[in-house]
């Protein structure tokens, strides 16, 4: 469009104002998070890309892209401009890389020090160029309708979701950081501002937190960064008189403050900025993870029944669906699918969104890894095709995110998906049914999953498994299960998902996701060992698995997953749904 065509232009004028020669501009907001508020789209409103990872370099004299991961090439190539844009696949060609070859290192190069962590910029600093902190965004300088900061309530979120006082937590984290001999820790990610003070809002969309920094005491206090008319005296009540209300302008002073001591800053998931700011103040600065990404991950025993709770509501709107999808889907459209789905969560009085956008893509949509349906992409849902669907929901207690692919004819599906569907379902039954030592990471556990596609010559571009938080982000750290080695061990108490897939581009998608909650297993003496508790409740469709491909164990376990699902959910359907689900659950034979 005209209009968009324009911004590239405009920005580098303003580039020539700044007295740089480039820019990078990174896809997110101030506390680096991957879903951010409409004033942060920075990235989108410049190229046309709305994935959730992502960023642009822009060269004031010479060429510009844009880059993202394996699950938004495709749509990356839809949304931006090939003449204006390179459109570049990160680990290929990575950023700092491509910026050096451009002649980068002769160059000063613009960033905001406000939305990069310290590990970010590394990359660009490792390849010789020379990279120039900007003090104001000069994508904001010419975004003149740009949306204003979200300023949502800041609310109390009850123990009986919590699980554990604040107070309790806080004493926690303190401990930590005296142990390490830090005086204090910058608390950056809102969804660890969340937990530690037991508090939800509404800034971000598909996350229940409040976009604010916390500096943690290592005596426990906490300096809450949260303009004061956001927190209602009950919220401030239940904040105690530990936690001290200070307005945002203030964050400056306050870090002035902290002059002569030692401050504990995640350097890939806290701006860079508060790592110059200190050192600038005469702080000296501890490199370490966020204190309280571990202990969120590893939900309590409060948190972990309400995943459960959470899983089994979830569960009986995906089965309303399933069966609304295979009786009257074909001939809708994907957004209307989608849709429909949110409004069986919606039935719910506990429901309070979605927990990311829904991934509604039939046919070659479905191959797009994140596909987001829009009203001008949305594709008619066509018989005998594959549709595949990825979401989730948001409740007071706890937070889903499940994927079923699906065939929208009457028989069986074609050899052809199958084969491909079947070895996802082993992948996907291999990693549920591990068991492995204390102490191993997602890194470990990866190849499980991909085994029986490997076998095939086959494989997918993305991760196996994240974390999710409790009433939090649907994508949450610090463990994940991938290719890419993370130090993290897997520990009891995590929620990861568990999404093997297969995508043939231009045909269909095929992805089959459960929640799975760590819990310890019996193992020999002294010896600790840990394995899986599937949370999701959903059948997978029959219509696409080869028994012939199951082994007898593999077959038992489907079986045995199966006949869960219809006894949780079946009491809750009515008479139709409830016939279709003990037809999708029937036990199916391994040859």
Avoid at 364 to 372: C, D, E, L, S, T
Avoid at 549 to 555: P, Q, S
Wanted: glycine share 10%.
């Amino acid at each position: 469009m005209p209009e968009i065509q324009a911004r590239l232009p405009a920005l580098r004028r303003v580039l020539e104002e700044m007295d740089v020669d480039g820019f990078v501009l990174l896809r997110g907001d101030e506390h680096l998070g991957e879903y951010v508020a409409p004033y942060a789209e920075r990235l989108a409103w410049l190229s046309g890309f709305t994935g959730s990872a992502g960023l642009a370099v822009v060269l004031r004299d010479g060429p510009s892209a844009v880059f993202s991961d394996g699950r938004y090439i495709t749509q990356m190539d839809q949304q931006v401009d090939g003449t204006a844009w390179a459109r570049l696949h990160m680990r290929d060609t990575p950023p700092a890389e491509w910026l050096a070859a451009q002649g980068g290192r002769g160059l000063r190069i613009g960033y905001d020090p406000r939305l990069v962590g310290e590990a970010g910029l590394q990359p660009y600093l490792a390849h010789g160029l020379d990279m120039v902190p900007l003090a104001t965004n000069p994508v904001d300088r010419i975004w003149t309708d740009q949306p204003a900061a979200p300023g949502t309530p800041c609310q109390p979120h009850p123990l009986s979701f919590a699980g554990e006082d604040s107070a309790d937590k806080r004493a926690r984290m303190a401990a930590i950081l005296r142990a390490a001999g830090q005086d204090a820790a910058i608390v950056g990610d809102p969804t660890s501002v969340a937990w530690l003070l037991n508090i939800r809002g509404n800034d971000i969309p598909y996350t229940p937190a409040c976009l604010a920094f916390a500096i943690l005491h290592a005596d426990g206090r906490v300096d809450l960064f949260i303009e004061p008319a956001r927190v209602s005296p009950d919220a401030a009540d239940w904040l105690g008189p530990q936690v001290r209300i200070v307005p945002p302008s203030g964050l400056d002073a306050a870090l002035a403050a902290l002059a002569g001591q030692t401050i504990r800053v995640d350097p890939v998931g806290t701006a860079i900025w508060f790592i110059q700011t200190l050192e600038a103040a005469g702080a000296t600065i501890a490199r370490a993870t966020d204190p309280c990404a571990l202990p969120r991950a590893c939900k309590n025993d409060v948190e972990q029944d309400g995943a459960r709770k959470a899983h089994l509501i979830d569960g009986v709107a995906l089965c309303r669906f399933l069966h609304w999808v295979d009786t009257q889907g074909v001939g809708q459209n994907e957004l209307q699918a989608a849709t429909k789905l949110d409004g069986f969560r919606a039935l719910c009085p506990d429901y309070r969104e979605e927990s990311f956008p829904a991934i509604s893509g039939a046919g070659p949509n479905g191959a797009v890894i994140h596909y987001r349906v829009t009203p001008e992409s949305a594709r008619t849902i066509g018989a005998d095709e594959v549709y595949l669907i990825d979401s989730g929901g948001q409740y007071p207690f706890g937070t889903t995110d499940v994927t079923r692919t699906l065939w929208t004819g009457k028989g069986l599906g074609p050899d052809g998906v199958r084969g491909p569907f079947t070895r996802v379902l082993k992948g996907h039954i291999a990693l549920a049914r591990a068991r492995f030592p204390v102490g191993t990471t997602g890194h470990a556990l990866d190849a499980l999953a991909r085994y029986a596609l490997w076998q095939d010559g086959l494989d997918y571009d993305h991760g196996t498994g994240h974390g999710i938080g409790s009433y939090l982000s649907v994508h949450e750290g610090p463990c994940s299960i991938s290719p890419v080695h993370r130090p993290v061990a897997v520990a009891a108490g995590m929620i990861l998902s568990d999404e093997p897939g297969y995508y043939r581009p231009g045909a269909y998608g095929i992805r089959l996701e459960n929640l799975l909650l760590v819990h310890p297993v019996p193992a020999e003496a002294g010896r600790t060992f840990l394995g899986f508790e599937t949370l999701t409740l959903a059948p997978f469709d029959r219509r696409l698995i080869d028994p012939a491909l199951l082994t007898g164990e593999e077959a038992a376990w489907l079986d045995t997953y199966h006949a869960r699902v219809f006894d949780l959910i079946a009491p809750q359907l009515d008479i139709d749904a409830r016939a279709w689900l003990a037809t999708a659950c029937a036990p199916i034979a391994a040859e």
